[in-house]
């Protein structure tokens, strides 16, 4: 039962806390792109792969009680905080959901900015093209972004990192 | 002239019951209606299972591909003469709005999950592989359908060509809300879309509203929410779409277990195997599906016979309100209890989540996750729509999850009355069943 939601409050756990619904959005994506077990269906959308699924599934978390958000002011924005609760690590002792999480990998990523995890999931995304092409697709589609070429060798480097976990 | 500006002799209307005309005048767009992957929206329900709770939602996605068509062509006469507005993109923008469903299957949120496809993918391939509509695209030029595909994958360079088709306010929704409302006949769903049409600006890379048209989309966003609720995810619906779903487990299970089906199962074999060509993709309709449903409903496996029964006679599982937090302990002991009266509780227990049926609300994209709404205010400022209007905050802070567990009732009614295990998994299921 609930063996996704499970996944994912797992996630949260082994990164001792999120900060950010963008960065767990684009952690997740990257684990699946990894080829873990995560079935929440992404699309690409103006700040790169989104998962709506996603969204929903870390409100039931939150709802159920097995994480807590926590609602923080910035100077010129919002940000949440996911951390999971006892309630859900009794949830996680009952679940059969198996995610051969990586911990350190995940931890890799929660100290990456989120603006980089966008690079880095969106880079993914198009990772059916030939290197160069790819390069090409980011820089279209994340015009806005500037996104600059060391921040893109720096994403190679993280994604080759990340793949030889 | 280029194919591109090709235009027929004399403008062709559709009848639309939601926008009383779709109109014509373009060949390629003529020539696309035309194709057989286009025309076979016609045999894809727009709603899946939900004619089994609103007997009037019967209308296809090709009802509602026509009725996105129009909206943009609309927009688009709106636009014409806007700053920022690249004229050269009207017919791929008509073009993707027309086509951006294509690849979707029969009862496809099910089958998606159950085969693990994807709809994006085969929208994609039908765009671009050996197709009719990949000729009539072509014909434009050789980019062309690259073009259409990118948009509708909303990988396209430019965003506001993509936003008219998909962002919080776009043509999609816009079709659908009222077009599912009509046909489901709820008095939810309507708004006033002609007056958001005409405050629509192109700004940049999006479309954002003049804020004197905030009420109408304070309109529209409220239209969204009670949909979702009263029609989207109806809990009969969800009954339908849960026993749809194990139907299509149970035939892949059998399968494996080489199972001698009474009937061939032909058309769903590559599905079974993992190996969906394009070619198998579109072949298979509901008019397919049903038809096997029908047959499955006569074979010697109990339960595949069982739920393809449910399914063609509406037959529906029955449902309670489920908290996975607070009642664990009335999940496994209901388990153990189906197990006990040989019900298999991986197809007749079935906890069902808000998120297995996801559907867009609202979000204000406070931390980037997607692009929210933007008001255009009079200083030409941006500003996020539930930063300005207090209905659509309070709509974005509501709660929007739900589990309910779904179960055969009458197999445990119909249990011997001198069966322990009746009473303890009616006293458990009944302490809070609608």
Same mark, same amino acid.
């Given at each position: 039962?609930?063996?996704?939601h499970?996944?994912?409050?797992?996630?949260?756990?082994?990164?001792?806390?999120?900060?950010g619904?963008?960065?767990?959005?684009?952690?997740?994506?990257?684990?699946k792109?990894?080829?873990l077990?995560?079935?929440?269906?992404?699309t690409f959308?103006?700040?790169?792969?989104?998962?709506?699924?996603?969204s929903?599934?870390?409100?039931?978390?939150?709802?159920?009680?097995?994480?807590?958000e926590?609602?923080?002011?910035?100077?010129n924005?919002?940000?949440?905080?996911?951390q999971?609760?006892?309630?859900?690590q009794?949830?996680l002792?009952h679940?059969?959901?198996?995610?051969?999480?990586?911990?350190?990998?995940v931890?890799?990523?929660?100290?990456?900015s989120?603006?980089f995890?966008?690079l880095v999931?969106?880079?993914?995304?198009?990772?059916?093209?030939p290197?160069?092409?790819?390069?090409q697709?980011?820089?279209?589609?994340?015009?806005?972004?500037?996104?600059?070429?060391e921040?893109?060798?720096?994403?190679?480097?993280?994604?080759?990192?990340?793949?030889?976990? | 002239m280029?194919?591109?500006?090709?235009?027929?002799?004399?403008?062709?209307?559709?009848k639309?019951?939601?926008?009383?005309?779709?109109?014509?005048?373009?060949?390629?767009?003529?020539?696309?209606i035309?194709?057989?992957?286009?025309?076979?929206?016609r045999?894809i329900?727009?709603?899946?299972?939900?004619?089994?709770?609103?007997?009037?939602?019967?209308?296809?996605r090709?009802?509602?591909?026509?009725?996105?068509?129009?909206?943009?062509?609309?927009?688009?006469?709106?636009?014409?003469?806007?700053?920022?507005?690249?004229?050269?993109e009207?017919?791929?923008?008509?073009c993707?709005?027309?086509?951006?469903?294509l690849?979707?299957?029969?009862?496809?949120?099910s089958f998606?999950?159950v085969?693990?496809?994807d709809?994006?993918?085969?929208t994609?391939?039908?765009?671009?592989?050996?197709?009719?509509?990949?000729?009539?695209?072509?014909?434009?030029?050789?980019?062309?359908?690259?073009k259409?595909?990118?948009?509708?994958?909303?990988?396209?360079?430019?965003?506001?060509v @993509?936003? *008219?088709?998909?962002s +919080?306010?776009? /043509?999609?929704?816009? &079709?659908?809300?009222?077009? $599912?409302?009509?046909?489901?006949?709820?008095?939810?769903g309507h708004?006033d879309?002609?007056?958001?049409?005409?405050?629509?600006?192109p700004v940049e890379?999006?479309?954002?509203?003049?804020?004197?048209?905030m009420?109408?989309v304070e309109?529209?966003?409220m239209?969204?929410?009670q949909?979702?609720w009263?029609?989207?995810?109806?809990?009969?619906?969800?009954?339908?779409?849960?026993?749809?779903?194990?139907?299509?487990?149970?035939?892949?299970?059998?399968?494996?277990?080489?199972?001698?089906?009474?009937?061939?199962?032909?058309?769903?074999?590559?599905?079974?195997e993992?190996?969906v060509?394009?070619?198998?993709?579109?072949?298979?309709?509901?008019? @397919?599906? *049903?038809?096997y449903? +029908?047959?499955? /409903?006569?074979?010697? &496996?109990?339960?595949?016979? $069982?739920?393809?029964?449910?399914?063609?006679?509406?037959?529906?599982?029955?449902y309670a309100?489920?908290?996975p937090?607070l009642?664990?302990?009335?999940?496994?002991?209901?388990?153990?209890?189906?197990?006990?009266?040989?019900?298999?509780?991986?197809?007749?227990?079935?906890?069902?989540?808000?998120?297995?049926?996801?559907?867009?609300?609202?979000?204000?994209?406070?931390?980037?996750?997607?692009l929210?709404?933007?008001?255009l205010?009079?200083n030409?400022?941006?500003r996020?729509?539930?930063?300005?209007?207090?209905i659509?905050?309070?709509?974005?802070?509501k709660?929007?999850?739900?589990?309910?567990l779904y179960?055969?009732?009458?197999?445990i009614?119909?249990?011997a009355?001198?069966r322990?295990e009746? /009473?303890?998994?009616?006293?458990?299921?009944?302490?809070?069943?609608?």
């Amino acid at each position: 039962m609930l063996d996704n939601h499970a996944k994912l409050v797992k996630v949260i756990a082994a990164s001792d806390g999120i900060v950010g619904r963008k960065k767990l959005q684009k952690i997740i994506y990257i684990l699946k792109k990894l080829g873990l077990p995560f079935e929440e269906k992404y699309t690409f959308y103006f700040y790169g792969p989104y998962s709506e699924e996603l969204s929903l599934r870390i409100e039931e978390i939150t709802n159920l009680g097995f994480v807590t958000e926590i609602k923080e002011q910035k100077s010129n924005y919002y940000q949440y905080r996911y951390q999971v609760t006892d309630q859900g690590q009794d949830f996680l002792e009952h679940s059969n959901a198996d995610v051969p999480l990586v911990e350190s990998i995940v931890r890799d990523m929660k100290e990456q900015s989120s603006r980089f995890l966008e690079l880095v999931a969106t880079m993914l995304y198009f990772d059916h093209l030939p290197k160069d092409e790819i390069e090409q697709k980011v820089q279209e589609v994340k015009k806005k972004s500037n996104y600059t070429s060391e921040d893109i060798v720096e994403a190679w480097s993280f994604i080759g990192k990340i793949n030889l976990k | 002239m280029a194919y591109k500006d090709d235009q027929l002799h004399e403008e062709k209307v559709f009848k639309d019951p939601v926008h009383r005309y779709v109109h014509v005048r373009d060949l390629v767009i003529w020539d696309l209606i035309g194709t057989k992957e286009f025309q076979r929206l016609r045999r894809i329900k727009q709603l899946g299972t939900s004619f089994l709770t609103f007997h009037g939602a019967e209308h296809s996605r090709l009802n509602h591909s026509l009725g996105v068509y129009e909206i943009v062509r609309r927009i688009l006469i709106n636009f014409e003469d806007r700053p920022n507005w690249n004229r050269e993109e009207r017919i791929l923008c008509l073009c993707a709005a027309l086509l951006h469903d294509l690849g979707h299957g029969p009862f496809s949120h099910s089958f998606e999950k159950v085969f693990k496809l994807d709809h994006e993918e085969f929208t994609r391939a039908i765009i671009l592989g050996d197709t009719e509509v990949h000729q009539v695209l072509s014909k434009v030029s050789k980019e062309f359908p690259q073009k259409v595909a990118d948009v509708i994958n909303k990988t396209y360079h430019d965003k506001l060509v @993509v936003s *008219l088709i998909s962002s +919080q306010i776009d /043509a999609d929704r816009m &079709d659908y809300l009222q077009r $599912d409302a009509y046909f489901t006949g709820v008095s939810y769903g309507h708004f006033d879309m002609e007056r958001i049409l005409r405050v629509m600006r192109p700004v940049e890379d999006q479309v954002v509203i003049k804020e004197s048209g905030m009420h109408a989309v304070e309109d529209y966003i409220m239209s969204r929410y009670q949909m979702y609720w009263q029609v989207y995810f109806h809990p009969v619906t969800r009954s339908a779409e849960v026993i749809l779903t194990k139907i299509l487990h149970r035939v892949k299970e059998l399968y494996g277990q080489h199972y001698q089906f009474k009937v061939e199962p032909t058309p769903f074999i590559s599905f079974f195997e993992g190996k969906v060509s394009l070619e198998d993709y579109i072949r298979l309709d509901e008019a @397919v599906v *049903l038809y096997y449903f +029908q047959m499955w /409903a006569e074979e010697d &496996d109990s339960i595949l016979s $069982d739920l393809a029964y449910r399914f063609v006679n509406r037959r529906l599982f029955k449902y309670a309100e489920f908290n996975p937090n607070l009642q664990m302990n009335d999940w496994m002991e209901l388990y153990q209890l189906f197990k006990d009266i040989d019900l298999d509780p991986d197809y007749y227990l079935v906890v069902d989540s808000s998120s297995d049926l996801p559907y867009d609300f609202y979000r204000p994209g406070e931390e980037e996750e997607r692009l929210p709404i933007h008001l255009l205010m009079p200083n030409n400022e941006l500003r996020e729509l539930s930063r300005q209007s207090d209905i659509v905050e309070a709509i974005s802070g509501k709660k929007r999850t739900d589990h309910k567990l779904y179960y055969p009732k009458d197999l445990i009614e119909k249990l011997a009355d001198d069966r322990p295990e009746k /009473a303890k998994i009616q006293k458990i299921l009944n302490k809070q069943e609608r």
